[in-house]
């Protein structure tokens, strides 16, 4: 196959950036979005010029770490697919495909396709996490979960922070994937006891980086790990909820948490 | 701000939405997002209970007059003004129920301005390269802030035309069915009447949607109904309202 990109290279976070056409000569459909990045690379490389930064690592669709915008899309034209994923038999020979970073203020570009995630950590460490203590491993079935229950916190569970769901917001909104490491928890009686507070706390740090959702969905059509907006509806609940089962803050993850919002 | 998780080579993320620090807790609600959405929703809400009402209402243009040759409409109109008399002074629960939508649309409107200038300040720069957006209900989603502003304009010509009466020459205070058939007699005012219930229309099919999800009010047993309540209610209000417009300029009322 051979391809024409588009790909937008900036040298920095202060850099202003552009698009940049290049050549891609000899590619398999066996390759990968990225195996075809790492062989335009290749190339700039022999011919003395800056290869595109990517972020990637497992290169098996569970990381979290490579994602861009492919002609228009996050993570490209395939359902449930990362970018690594994604193979180039997707494409058509002689394809011009436009490849360019996630937007979004929370997201700024550190380098070419390469965006700081941070804001992202910053949510967890809001509230995605739980303070039981955890010493030797407890019997199998000693705490009974119902099996749909466990199937929905491990669909939750499946999210791997790529940020497309970000990507894909028009209000850059972090919903989905805050929705999905709270519910993950909550959902779960190992949960339970910082339910009200996590959710709060969670919220008010996506709040400070992230837009306010508007129900468009976009997020969950670019979600690779097909994670639904229903999650959101719950974390929408639960946040309502805990306005009047937390109100003395008694639990206060948001205090708890460290540096602190307020 | 909060601290970042550390990254080698990269500053500060910029906050795009800044919290006071803690106040009253309502205060403490309206002020996140979130917060911002429910009083959406639940305001929403209180203008679909009154653009059912409203439309019920209207329908009496077709049902005639009572045995004194009162037109029905017109007699709803006063019936309206003397709601629970005598325990209210005449016009009373009437001024209630304004007071009560005028604050409900207030507050729509300032959560939805606030939250735009949020949604704009975290997404600064779109795709240079253009974007794909992957659903239909998305471009009528994406418009609830032209329709929410053509709905808003074409209530205040509504309310100058109908309620106050300088938009009609032949306006009559009280006298609701010759108003009505007087102003939309003239096509330009029924073509007003067409576009803004269109627009209604566009907004309500995502409200209704929408503000289960606000709400939280979701269950994937019954996530299917939302779409077909979206559906009746819009197409209920919207196609009764438009009957009028088109009646009065065909002759027919």
């Given at each position: 196959?051979?391809?024409?990109?588009?790909?937008?290279r900036q040298?920095g976070?202060?850099?202003?950036?552009?698009f940049e056409?290049?050549d891609?000569?000899g590619i398999t459909?066996?390759?990968?979005?990225l195996?075809?990045l790492d062989?335009v690379?290749?190339q700039?490389?022999h011919?003395?010029?800056?290869?595109?930064?990517?972020?990637?690592d497992?290169?098996e669709?569970?990381?979290?770490?490579?994602g861009m915008?492919?002609?228009?899309k996050?993570h490209?034209?395939k359902k449930?697919?990362t970018?690594?994923?994604l193979?180039?038999?997707n494409f058509r020979d002689?394809?011009s495909?436009t490849v360019?970073?996630?937007?979004?203020?929370?997201f700024?570009?550190v380098?070419?396709l390469v965006v700081?995630r941070?804001?992202?950590?910053a949510?967890?460490q809001?509230?995605?996490?739980?303070?039981?203590?955890?010493?030797?491993a407890?019997d199998?079935n000693?705490?009974?979960?119902?099996?749909?229950v466990?199937?929905?916190a491990?669909?939750?569970?499946a999210?791997?922070g790529?940020?497309?769901?970000?990507?894909?917001c028009p209000?850059?909104a972090?919903?989905?994937?805050?929705s999905?490491k709270a519910?993950?928890?909550?959902?779960?009686?190992?949960g339970?006891?910082?339910?009200?507070?996590?959710v709060?706390?969670?919220?008010?740090?996506?709040?400070?980086?992230f837009?306010?959702?508007t129900n468009?969905?976009?997020?969950?059509?670019?979600?690779?790990?097909g994670i639904?907006?229903?999650f959101i509806a719950?974390m929408?609940?639960d946040?309502?909820?805990?306005?009047?089962?937390?109100?003395k803050?008694?639990?206060?993850?948001s205090?708890?948490?460290?540096d602190g919002?307020? | 701000m909060?601290s970042?998780p550390g990254?080698?080579?990269?500053?500060p993320?910029?906050?795009v939405?800044?919290?006071?620090p803690r106040r009253f807790?309502i205060?403490?609600?309206?002020g996140s997002?979130?917060g911002?959405k429910?009083?959406?929703a639940?305001?929403?809400i209180?203008g679909?209970?009154?653009?059912?009402?409203?439309?019920?209402g209207?329908l009496?243009?077709?049902t005639?007059?009572n045995a004194?040759g009162v037109k029905?409409?017109?007699?709803?109109g006063?019936?309206?003004?003397?709601l629970?008399?005598?325990a209210?002074?005449?016009?009373?629960?009437?001024w209630l129920?304004?007071?009560i939508?005028i604050?409900?649309?207030?507050?729509h409107?300032?959560?939805?301005?606030t939250?735009s200038?949020i949604n704009?300040?975290a997404?600064?720069?779109?795709?240079?390269?253009g974007?794909?957006?992957?659903?239909?209900g998305t471009?009528v989603?994406?418009?609830m802030r032209?329709t929410?502003?053509?709905?808003?304009a074409?209530?205040v010509?509504?309310?100058?035309?109908?309620?106050?009466?300088?938009a009609?020459?032949d306006f009559e205070?009280g006298q609701?069915?010759h108003?009505v058939?007087?102003?939309l007699?003239?096509w330009?005012?029924?073509g007003?009447?067409i576009?803004?219930?269109?627009?209604?229309?566009l907004h309500l099919?995502?409200?209704v949607?929408?503000?289960?999800?606000?709400l939280g009010l979701?269950?994937p047993?019954?996530?299917?109904?939302?779409?077909?309540?979206?559906?009746g209610?819009?197409?209920l209000v919207v196609?009764?309202?438009?009957?009028?417009?088109?009646a009065?300029?065909?002759?027919?009322?």
């Amino acid at each position: 196959m051979n391809l024409t990109l588009k790909v937008w290279r900036q040298r920095g976070p202060s850099d202003a950036g552009h698009f940049e056409a290049y050549d891609a000569p000899g590619i398999t459909e066996d390759m990968s979005f990225l195996e075809m990045l790492d062989v335009v690379n290749e190339q700039l490389i022999h011919s003395g010029r800056e290869a595109i930064a990517f972020d990637h690592d497992c290169r098996e669709g569970i990381c979290g770490s490579c994602g861009m915008v492919i002609n228009g899309k996050p993570h490209g034209p395939k359902k449930l697919t990362t970018t690594c994923q994604l193979h180039m038999r997707n494409f058509r020979d002689g394809d011009s495909i436009t490849v360019e970073p996630w937007r979004a203020a929370a997201f700024p570009v550190v380098k070419d396709l390469v965006v700081d995630r941070r804001p992202f950590d910053a949510i967890i460490q809001a509230g995605g996490w739980i303070t039981a203590p955890t010493g030797g491993a407890q019997d199998a079935n000693l705490t009974p979960i119902p099996k749909a229950v466990a199937d929905q916190a491990f669909d939750a569970a499946a999210c791997i922070g790529c940020g497309a769901c970000v990507a894909a917001c028009p209000n850059g909104a972090a919903q989905l994937f805050t929705s999905a490491k709270a519910a993950h928890l909550n959902l779960l009686p190992q949960g339970q006891p910082e339910r009200w507070s996590r959710v709060t706390a969670m919220v008010d740090r996506m709040e400070e980086y992230f837009g306010s959702c508007t129900n468009y969905g976009e997020c969950q059509q670019a979600c690779p790990k097909g994670i639904s907006i229903d999650f959101i509806a719950m974390m929408n609940r639960d946040y309502l909820k805990a306005q009047f089962k937390d109100r003395k803050r008694l639990v206060g993850a948001s205090d708890l948490a460290g540096d602190g919002a307020g | 701000m909060s601290s970042m998780p550390g990254r080698a080579g990269a500053g500060p993320v910029a906050p795009v939405h800044q919290k006071g620090p803690r106040r009253f807790w309502i205060q403490q609600f309206y002020g996140s997002a979130l917060g911002k959405k429910a009083v959406m929703a639940l305001t929403g809400i209180i203008g679909l209970g009154f653009v059912f009402m409203h439309m019920a209402g209207n329908l009496k243009i077709y049902t005639g007059e009572n045995a004194d040759g009162v037109k029905h409409i017109d007699e709803y109109g006063e019936w309206l003004r003397t709601l629970l008399e005598p325990a209210v002074p005449h016009t009373g629960t009437l001024w209630l129920l304004r007071g009560i939508l005028i604050i409900a649309v207030l507050l729509h409107i300032h959560a939805a301005i606030t939250l735009s200038m949020i949604n704009r300040r975290a997404r600064p720069t779109g795709y240079k390269g253009g974007r794909t957006y992957g659903l239909g209900g998305t471009y009528v989603a994406r418009s609830m802030r032209i329709t929410g502003i053509l709905v808003a304009a074409f209530i205040v010509f509504h309310l100058f035309d109908l309620t106050w009466g300088p938009a009609n020459p032949d306006f009559e205070r009280g006298q609701v069915f010759h108003n009505v058939t007087s102003s939309l007699d003239r096509w330009w005012v029924a073509g007003i009447y067409i576009v803004g219930n269109l627009a209604l229309g566009l907004h309500l099919w995502h409200g209704v949607w929408s503000l289960f999800q606000s709400l939280g009010l979701n269950n994937p047993r019954f996530n299917t109904w939302r779409r077909g309540l979206a559906w009746g209610f819009t197409v209920l209000v919207v196609g009764a309202n438009l009957t009028f417009p088109i009646a009065i300029l065909s002759g027919a009322v």
